[in-house]
């Protein structure tokens, strides 16, 4: 299918090396520049990014992030953050951005194995694969700040070029091969809960495979080593019995374990779209994955895609194509704004089967001399207009909005005051200043609606053990009200994230 002509032009060694050395090298160091020059400074609120302050400052703290605790990114997060370079928040953001080279690199290195060559035109292909997505705003938008998404897009990409080995025997593992890439799944399901959706189609593309040969035997033992690895979801209780300033659900039981790992603060939201509007949403979603590719990548990609299916990755096709519409159901039937960040998975496949496409036009015309270095020149250009025009929406490099907040709030707070926040949006920059940074420490930072949950309020006991915290607040009293009730003499504040004052005291 993919393989070249017996009667083709042989270009100069000079191309050929050039276009490897732009699939190994340079096409993943320009997009760890590109990520390098937009990186947030920060905890930050841009491309969707609140949850960067609680994840930098758990991870900081050895504690327990928001559902579903994502105990693998923590340990990973907190490895980066140990790099005696920048700041804490800095170190934690570029974990982000070498799991985005990183996911961009392995979409390339499947290119490989659907084509089956290694000759200019799979060079091109696999580059191409690279920097489309690793220059998608939605990919791009994540690497640029403290969130999970891009170390997830890393095993959801692993998952996926694992099982397209597995399906076309490219390259036959060993048992310790296998067993490994078992655990590093299981591993994965430690970053995000949906790569457990990419590992259990991984799964069954092995089941098929250890069917046709006949060992059956090796399901289990897979199925094993993937167990393993959600062994790190142990980190949860274990740190949870420390008492770390972030412990969310304080999962030291297994009915705590289950509230954090079941996501069950948001479960409403789960396909939580109402039926008569997933129609709707799925075709949004759809749009914004298309956006991600653009004209020509969405034209690449269905017809690698068209190409592949009367070859020998035929069952991969339908395979990746099937991944694709289910990350884009989840992504249409889950309730929240920034739902469209589970299309990354899709992006993915879009990109790989793009590269592909590349090498079906380039084989097209592999008798022209030209055609190597005009596909080499022509690439250039047009992913230069493609970084270019993505740029001004995901660079978040000068977005201080975050940082300016939380350290206006602790610089005119009152010695030993009661710090009220509302939401996410203004809790998490503070955690990360107060907790990670340790900055006022005479200071209590609550946030009000988390205080209906007993584990919260047990945590905050052990924090600041000279607080009163009341079980319940007082009758027709909101728990700000109790608090001053129960500990007079401690100023009572309240922050505005978005307000012309960001702090507020009675």
């Known amino acids: ?164 080995r597995v399906l076309v025997r490219t390259a036959p593992q060993s048992a310790w091969q296998q067993r490994g890439s ?73 009915a705590g374990i289950w509230w954090v790992v079941s996501g069950a603060l948001y479960r409403p939201l789960m396909f939580g779209v109402p039926i008569d509007e997933i129609g709707v949403r799925s ?18 990609s269905i017809l690698g895609l068209l190409h592949s299916w009367r070859s020998r990755i035929s069952v991969f096709s339908w395979f990746s194509l099937s991944a694709v519409l289910l990350y884009l159901l989840v992504a249409a039937s889950y309730r929240t704004t920034d739902a469209y960040v589970y299309l990354i998975p899709g992006v993915a496949i879009a990109a790989i089967w793009a590269g592909c496409g590349l090498v079906v036009v380039l084989r097209w015309f592999q008798r022209w001399p030209a055609a190597p270095t005009l596909a080499l020149f022509v690439l250039l250009g047009w992913f230069a207009w493609r970084a270019a025009s993505t740029l001004p929406a995901v660079d978040a490099s000068a977005d201080r909005r975050a940082i300016v907040f939380a350290t206006q709030v602790l610089k005119t707070a009152p010695p030993h005051a009661l710090i009220v926040t509302s939401s996410d949006l203004d809790a998490f920059p503070l955690w990360y200043y107060h907790y990670a940074l340790k900055t006022r420490p005479d200071l209590v930072v609550l946030v009000d609606p988390l205080l209906e949950f007993a584990w919260y309020r047990d945590n905050l006991r052990a924090l600041y053990p000279a607080l009163v915290l009341a079980e319940a607040p007082a009758a027709d009293a909101s728990w700000a009200d109790t608090l001053v009730r129960d500990n007079p003499g401690l100023p009572l504040c309240r922050t505005d994230p978005e307000g012309p004052v960001a702090l507020a005291c009675d």
């Open 283 to 300: 075709l949004l979603m759809a749009q914004r994955l298309y956006q991600q590719v653009g004209l020509v990548g969405g034209a690449l």
């Open 182 to 254: 078992a655990l590093l799944l299981g591993l994965g399901m430690g970053v995000h809960s949906t790569t457990a959706l990419m590992a259990a189609m991984w799964y069954i593309a092995c089941a098929i495979a250890d069917v046709r040969s006949g060992r059956r035997w090796l399901l289990v033992e897979r199925a094993l080593w993937c167990a393993t690895g959600l062994l790190v979801y142990m980190y949860l209780p274990v740190r949870a019995a420390a008492h770390p300033p972030i412990n969310w659900g304080a999962p030291r039981d297994l």
């Open 1 to 164: 299918m993919f393989q070249a002509s017996k009667r083709r032009w042989v270009q100069p060694a000079a191309i050929d090396w050039l276009l490897a050395l732009a699939q190994g090298f340079v096409a993943p160091l320009v997009v760890l520049l590109a990520y390098l020059h937009t990186l947030a400074p920060g905890v930050t609120w841009a491309n969707d990014g609140a949850d960067s302050g609680d994840l930098i400052t758990a991870a900081a703290t050895l504690g327990i992030a928001h559902p579903t605790g994502y105990p693998t990114y923590l340990l990973l997060a907190r490895a980066f953050q140990l790099i005696p370079l920048g700041d804490i928040a800095w170190r934690t953001t570029m974990l982000s951005a070498v799991a985005g080279v990183l996911a961009a690199w392995l979409a390339g290195r499947a290119v490989y194995d659907i084509v089956g060559t290694d000759d200019w035109a799979a060079h091109a292909g696999a580059a191409s694969a690279t920097l489309l997505f690793g220059c998608s705003p939605l990919l791009w938008s994540q690497s640029v700040i403290a969130e999970v998404y891009s170390v997830n897009a890393v095993f959801v990409v692993l998952a996926l070029w694992l099982a397209l």
